[in-house]
Each structure stands twice: as C-alpha cells, then as structure tokens.
C-alpha cells in the first residue's frame, strides 16, 4: 500500500485518471481515501498458508473478486495497471491479464501472488538486485524501496523531529514499532523492560491499536520522571511518522519490506524482530541488511530475554551505531519512487501508441 502511495505523489503533477482498487474493510481505504485518492473495494483472500476449513471460502471470495475486477476495469478501462502486492493483485490481474501491467516487489522474496502475477507483468520492479533471481526471463528493474514525501521530508531534521515529538535534544531516542497494525511481543517486551531502558534512553512507540489501551495504561503508571520520556501513540499518519524515524538513534521493529527502504534513507540503525508466521519474507529482509552490517537480528522467542542487552549494548558503543549508519546510509535509494513513476509513464505512452 504505501509504495503504491509513495509512487502515486511522483504521478501526481501530470498524472492521468488513478482509480484504487482494493480489499473490503481494513485500514486500506481509510489511508488511501485520506491521499484523496477514489478507492473501490472488491472482494479477495489469501490461499497461501490457509487450513483446509478456510480454504474453499477463500477461493470463493477469490472467484467473486474476479468478476467484481472486471465489472471495475469494464468500467474505468485503464491504460496501465500497478501492483505491488496483496490479496487483490490476484483477481485484478486475473482480470486484466490483457491490460499493460507493472509488477513492485517490496520484499526480496516475492509473495504467492506476486509470483502469480508475474505470468501477466510487463516490467518488474525490485528493491534489492537479490531478487532478480525469482524472475527467470522477465524484465526486471532494480529501482529501491519508494518512501512517501512526508517521511523523506525529514531527512536530515533530527533536532526539529524531536522538537515535534516534545523530546530532549541532547538525549538518545530509541524507536519501537511493528508496523501499521503493531507488534504484540514487541509491545509486551518493551513493557517488561520499560524501566530500564527509560533511564537510559527516550522511547517513541508506537503500539498499533490492538494494544493500545494496554500501552496506555502502562504508560500512565510509570513515575512523572520516566512518563517524560516516553512518548507511546497507537499509530502515526504521514509527516508524525517521518519524524519519528528522524528523531531515532535506533529503532526496533519488525522486518517488513518498508525497513528496505525507510531505514537506510535516515541512516537508522536497526534491530529487527522478523514476524514468525509469514512465511519468511520478514527474516530474508532482514538477513539482507544484517549481512551488510546495517541491522542486527533478534528472533521473536528470544524478545523477552534478548532485547534489552542488544539495545543497551548498542546504545553505549557509539562506534557501531555509526558503522551501522554508514552502512544503512549506502543502501539507500531516494529515487526510487520517481523510477517506478517512470516506468508506469512508460508503459501508458506505449498504450497510446499501439495501433
């Protein structure tokens, strides 16, 4: 979604009629409706992973997502379509399997159905050169991860990020999130060593709002002192976001592909908590930035007895935070959305030529 989004604001100047097609419920439309973007939503569901119980109802959901695709590309007749992933890359592409069509790879290691709709992409564009290798024969760009504007914004504004975020300036900031729906194990080893890491760090977290009123509480019950230096939100939007991640001297999260991208454009240091039940897009992530020096890798189970040492031990040696910075600093793309809107300006001027 937010790739999609980032490459969107390139197109936005001249770009042709955009229509969103995605999932029913969820926080999707909300943030999509929020770029004023017209949204429509169909029906779909994920295969891959299902148990046996699930699984006709979802192929169900996916058949009914077909036809729903073609009554809306019927409809709106596009002269590109862009994927970057998700349950309704399936119906939409099934549907418009005629229709020029662009292929995003967030994670290294595609999903089921982006390897799916590999069959009907024209071009495929990838983060990391890595992942060439699951696209035998096909097209393949290597363009970066693309980072909205509001978070690149802040590149390079530290002490007006934590001016915003009411933090100290002269005190390190450690950040802690698991993505746009939150990380329970995270929250909860945050929780069981909030002390201590409060009295030698400030803390921007943010919780997801499953956990939120937990987190609350648990921020209300800190003493006045370590209150101020914990800053706990259940999700930010947009600008708050990019000056989170400018504000951080470290951040701890999980491994989504956004790390490939956000992370090494603000040079952030990173100890990532791959998710242990997504297959292994999430570890193959972050095994990639771990091998270049940029991250260090804690596994799920050994949260609770593992994250305070590694965040303390980087938080004293300042060296290796700068060796890690350095190294997120030479992975990063700042380009990358405005290559992808490149190649989707590519594929409609070539619709409009054909005879």
């Given at each position: 979604m937010y790739p999609a989004l980032a490459v969107w604001?390139?197109?936005?100047?001249?770009?042709?009629?955009?229509?969103?097609?995605?999932?029913?419920?969820?926080?999707?439309?909300?943030?999509?409706?929020?770029?004023?973007?017209?949204?429509?939503?169909?029906?779909?569901?994920?295969?891959?992973?299902?148990?046996?119980?699930a699984l006709p109802g979802n192929l169900l959901r996916l058949a009914?997502?077909?036809?729903?695709?073609?009554?809306?590309?019927?409809?709106?007749?596009?002269?590109?379509?862009?994927?970057?992933?998700?349950?309704?890359a399936g119906p939409v592409g099934l549907a418009g399997w005629r229709i020029p069509t662009l292929l995003y790879v967030p994670d290294i290691e595609?999903?089921?159905?982006?390897?799916?709709?590999?069959?009907?992409?024209d071009l495929i564009a990838v983060t990391v050169e890595d992942s060439r290798r699951f696209f035998p024969g096909k097209r393949v760009v290597v363009t970066g991860y693309p980072v909205r504007q509001e978070i690149a914004a802040w590149v390079g504004r530290q002490a007006e990020a934590r001016q915003r975020l009411d933090l100290r300036a002269d005190e390190p900031v450690l950040l802690v999130f698991g993505g746009s729906k939150g990380a329970r194990s995270l929250n909860q080893a945050l929780a069981a060593h909030l002390e201590p890491l409060l009295e030698m760090t400030q803390v921007v977290h943010i919780s997801g709002r499953l956990d939120w009123p937990t987190v609350q509480a648990r921020q209300q019950a800190l003493p006045p002192e370590l209150q101020r230096r914990y800053r706990a939100f259940p999700f930010l939007y947009d600008a708050d976001m990019g000056a989170a991640l400018a504000a951080a001297d470290l951040v701890v999260s999980r491994a989504g592909a956004s790390v490939l991208g956000?992370?090494?454009?603000?040079?952030?240091?990173?100890?990532?908590?791959?998710?242990?039940?997504?297959?292994?897009?999430?570890?193959?992530?972050?095994?990639?930035?771990?091998?270049?020096?940029?991250?260090?890798?804690?596994?799920?189970?050994?949260?609770?007895?593992?994250?305070?040492?590694?965040?303390?031990?980087?938080?004293?040696?300042?060296?290796?935070?700068?060796?890690?910075?350095q190294a997120m600093l030479r992975l990063a793309r700042p380009d990358a959305a405005a290559r992808i809107a490149d190649l989707l300006r590519g594929l409609t001027r070539h619709e409009e030529s054909a005879p």
């Open positions: 604001q390139r197109l936005a100047p001249d770009a042709p009629q955009v229509l969103w097609v995605g999932g029913q419920g969820g926080m999707e439309e909300d943030l999509v409706r929020r770029a004023g973007l017209p949204f429509r939503a169909i029906p779909a569901a994920g295969v891959h992973g299902v148990g046996w119980r009914r997502g077909t036809f729903a695709a073609r009554r809306v590309l019927a409809e709106f007749r596009p002269q590109a379509m862009f994927f970057t992933g998700g349950y309704v595609p999903g089921l159905a982006l390897k799916v709709l590999t069959r009907f992409a956000e992370f090494p454009l603000f040079g952030l240091p990173a100890v990532l908590v791959p998710y242990p039940h997504a297959w292994r897009y999430q570890q193959v992530n972050a095994q990639w930035l771990a091998d270049r020096g940029a991250a260090r890798i804690v596994a799920d189970a050994d949260l609770p007895t593992q994250l305070l040492p590694v965040v303390r031990d980087l938080l004293h040696d300042a060296p290796a935070r700068q060796a890690m910075r």
